[in-house]
């Protein structure tokens, strides 16, 4: 079952060094676990590692977009340090990053990446600097999340600026 809901994106105000949530429309998708018939949806990039998980208990409740936005946003000082260390802080440069990522049923980030899925538009300006990308797409995967009933495929949006 795929679904579209209202999430935020995260703005990082480098003078200020503090956060804003700002209302951005991302697509968010469940799949119903229990339906072999339709797998959770997965995003370019390298395969996930280890073992596959074992399948949750069938009484935990779906996994919603304020939970994850919980968890990006209580994680937000550490994914800015990637700006502050790169070289758009260092030249001035505005723009944004999105990171597209899947979250197993247990709450382990399995794939991560900055590669939309097909038929998905990007918003804003994108900024050009793949240390910056590479470093959000590594703190993104590194995010736990609580357990939920199915597999989530979402995206978070950083706004940055100088």
Known sequence: MAREVRMGETFVPMHRYRCASLPLLVLLA???????????PRYPGPPPAGP??????????ERRPEDIAR???ANTPRLSACYQR?????TNKSGTVTVFFDI???GRVSRATEQPPPGVAVPGSPLADPKLVQCLVQGMSALRFDPARDSTAASWTFRFSP
């Open 71 to 73: 968890v990006v946003e």
């Open 86 to 90: 790169s070289e758009s802080f260092m």
């Open 52 to 61: 596959p998980p074992s399948p949750p208990p069938a009484n935990l409740a």
């Open 30 to 40: 469940a799949c119903d676990a229990s339906d072999p018939a339709r797998p959770p």
């Open 104 to 106: 197993e049923p247990g």
